[in-house]
């Protein structure tokens, strides 16, 4: 009998999701329950899952919309997916196979049915991925899989092999239980690392096995996700050293030759090769080109990220590296502003060690930073806002207690909404005022700007406002036109006499 495994149940309908979570609760399954899209995304943001049971008329954002969101991640590629809905929906539903769901169910519903496909699709998944047991990340083949596939479209990526140092040394002196606890906090950085550097998909992360792992990404992503991912990770992974230890910044060990030692803190080694400089046939010469890169970082004291620039084979491999050291900038960084956590330490409102253990929690937990701060009582919402808008210079919109113009709030539809973390707040002079977890996503107010054909102008606000602001978040129709013609107007009469001109 399959039990024990971890269960998404993403249901509107209080009846259907009790339904579920009685049967799937009787085979002694971990179960999550969601009855908004909202609550869907933390979860898949933040657990590692063996089954989705996801209902096509999810709201805000419908069932095959958040499917995209599940399979755009690499991390969730693998976790089958049943889709939930009703007869005279069907046909709708088998136009959309392709989008990426595994099977589904009708309603109603017997019991016996759900546990059936159930346990059919976990067998067969088990049977055909190769995914890691402990993180649930793509394993060989379909790391193999993927950069093959690039090298026939002939697309240009990179991909960073990843090593963590001294990790035996750990495994062995705290326990093996613990060394898998630093083994998932080390993926669930990689996600979140990918989350922060590019857009959905852009992203293929997976798990050689023990603590090595993979990323393949578009070329120009690959300094600046290395950069965020080490400068994470030797913030977080301290934190599994006791105090005595971590303060000492070494622990001793019985090494191979059954003498004392001492082992450094754990660091990581970040090689990355990349197709812009030779052409690769297969991942097995990408592996052979890292094998050296990592050969050589890990000869180095520390966390160091290296990129293999050869364009052809050379006599020493010290001619080619390129170790990151802090105050060395890359060639064109991506566009970011401090970190939240960095910026609250900057200004003395919580210290170096309240933001480790706070980063800890928010990977652990799938919580926003902020978040995790305000549950922590280290900082509440107002004064972050209050201090990232002097830091910043963008004005901080709280959405606490805002109550929306259906007007002017329709502008963009709720999905948009979701997605982009973008929500609209008020028009003027031609322009319209946006309230935005990242104010400086250009990306989003460019399509702002091409949807409404207003001028957007960022405000500051915070995730677990927003977060707050979606779970009230109701479907409605759309804003008639007569409520468009009136935000026109607005706009319109807000415009000065040379404006209007």
């Known amino acids: 009998m399959i039990k024990g495994k971890r269960i998404l149940v993403a249901e509107k309908d209080e009846a259907t999701r009790e339904l579920i979570l009685m049967r799937l609760h009787s085979r002694h399954h971990k179960v999550f329950e969601a009855s908004k899209s909202s609550q869907v995304l933390r979860f898949l943001e933040r657990e590692v899952l063996d089954l989705i049971l996801l209902a096509s008329d999810m709201e805000p954002v419908n069932g095959k919309s958040l499917i995209q969101i599940i399979r755009s991640r690499s991390h969730l590629m693998a976790v089958p997916v049943i889709m939930i809905t009703e007869e005279q929906k069907l046909t709708e539903l088998m136009l959309g196979h392709e989008k990426g769901f595994d099977d589904f169910l009708l309603k109603p519903f017997s019991p016996l049915v759900l546990q059936l496909r159930v346990n059919l699709n976990i067998s067969k998944t088990m049977e055909r991925v190769e995914a890691n047991a402990l993180t649930h990340l793509p394993g060989n083949h379909a790391i193999e899989k993927i950069v093959a596939r690039k090298i026939q479209a002939g697309e240009k990526f990179s ?25 998932l906090q080390t993926a669930r950085i990689l996600v979140a690392t990918s989350h922060a550097v590019a857009r959905d998909g852009e992203c293929f992360i997976g798990h050689i096995g023990g603590d090595d792992f993979i990323v393949v990404l578009p070329a120009e992503l690959e300094e600046v996700f290395a950069r965020q991912f080490i400068d994470d990770f030797d913030r977080i992974i301290p934190t599994y050293y006791n105090k005595t230890d971590r303060e000492a910044g070494f622990i001793r060990v019985e090494n191979r030759r059954k003498k004392m030692e001492n082992f450094p803190i754990m660091s990581c080694s970040v090689a990355g090769c990349t197709n812009l ?51 060395i900038k890359p060639a064109k960084p991506k566009k970011r502003v401090d970190p939240l956590g960095q910026v609250l330490v900057n200004a003395g409102l919580i210290t170096e060690e309240q933001l480790s253990q ?53 502008l963009l539809n709720s999905e948009f909404i979701f997605h982009h973390r973008a929500v609209p707040v008020g028009v003027g002079e031609g322009s319209l005022r946006v309230a935005m977890c990242d104010p400086f996503d250009l990306r989003t107010l460019d399509a702002i700007e091409r949807i409404t054909g207003l001028k957007p102008v960022p405000y500051l606000a915070m995730e677990e406002e927003f977060e707050k602001f979606l779970e009230g978040l109701t479907p409605e129709a759309d804003v008639d036109e007569e409520a468009r013609e009136n935000v026109n107007r ?10 209007k001109k």
């Open 490 to 499: 607005m706009s319109e009469s807000s415009r000065s006499p040379a404006e």
């Open 358 to 410: 706070a980063l800890k929690q928010h990977l652990g937990t799938g919580q926003r930073l902020g978040q995790t701060l305000i549950a922590m009582n280290l900082i509440s919402s107002k004064d972050v806002g209050k201090m990232l808008e002097k830091k910043l210079k963008i004005p901080y919109f709280s959405l606490m207690g805002w109550v929306p113009d259906p007007a002017i709030f329709h």
């Open 159 to 183: 991909v960073l092999y990843i090593d963590i140092n001294q990790f035996k040394a750990f495994n062995d002196h705290y326990s093996f239980q613990k060394g898998d606890d630093v083994i």
């Open 277 to 327: 400089y030779r052409e690769y046939v297969n991942l097995r010469e990408i592996a052979q080109d890292a094998a050296e890169v990592k050969t050589y970082l890990k000869s180095q004291p520390g966390s160091h990220y290296l990129q293999d620039r050869r364009s052809s084979p050379i006599r020493q491999l010290e001619d080619a590296v390129h170790i990151l050291e802090p105050e």
